[in-house]
């Protein structure tokens, strides 16, 4: 009987001593860096704040670049090249805004566009849709000429039909003839 009280004690003794060992195995490690790690860590209150900080910089950084590139994109749109009465030759001016969309174009190398041409409303159907045709193809070779690959652009025509301005001015008139861009 004294056998079985002194074995029963001696359980007891080593089911303590092992919940002692693994209580006390989650202590803190400090490693050469000087970084703690282990379960009884707690997080830096100032590195959780500086990560936010990095996350939401990065996070406005990205919108910004996203609105610049929108309306890049926007004025690459809506800037036209404008011709001449009954011309398809390219002005100065219109070679100069072709310069800077051929630099967009190769900043933005996966993007393809639709070059339209346009006409006043003074012509036949057939001559201004002709004319826009003309048109629309001599800024497709000029970018050519800068480097733009041709398989990135396609033209179109639609001479008199689509009017920015639809009045019966000079003005009205030097507006329609264009060549207009569309991103694809």
């Known amino acids: 009987m004294k056998n079985k009280f002194w074995l029963n ?3 007891a003794v080593l089911v303590a001593g092992l919940f002692l060992t693994v209580s006390c195995a989650k202590k803190a490690v400090v490693s050469d860096a000087g970084t703690v790690s282990g379960a009884a860590t707690t997080e830096d209150p100032n590195a959780k704040a500086k990560a936010e900080a990095e996350r939401l910089a990065a996070e406005k950084a ?3 670049k996203a609105a610049k590139m929108a309306a890049a994109r926007k004025a690459f749109e809506n800037e036209d090249v404008h011709f001449d009465f009954d011309s398809s030759e390219l002005t100065a001016a219109a070679k100069a ?3 800077d969309k051929a630099a967009w174009l190769t900043e933005n190398a ?3 566009v639709t070059i339209e041409g346009h006409c006043d409303e003074r012509g036949t159907t057939e ?3 002709a004319l826009g045709d003309r048109r629309a193809t001599a800024v497709k070779a ?4 800068m480097g733009i690959a041709a398989s990135r652009m396609n033209t179109i025509s639609y001479g008199e039909e ?3 301005d639809t009045g019966k001015t000079e003005l009205a008139w030097a507006m329609n003839r264009r060549a207009h861009f569309a991103v694809k």
Do not use: F, R
Not at 142 to 145: G, I, K
């Open 9 to 11: 004690v001696l359980m």
């Open 62 to 64: 990205a919108k910004e």
């Open 97 to 99: 805004l072709l310069k």
């Open 110 to 112: 996966s993007a393809a």
């Open 127 to 129: 001559y201004n849709l």
């Open 142 to 145: 000029y970018l050519v000429d």
């Open 162 to 164: 689509k009017p920015i």
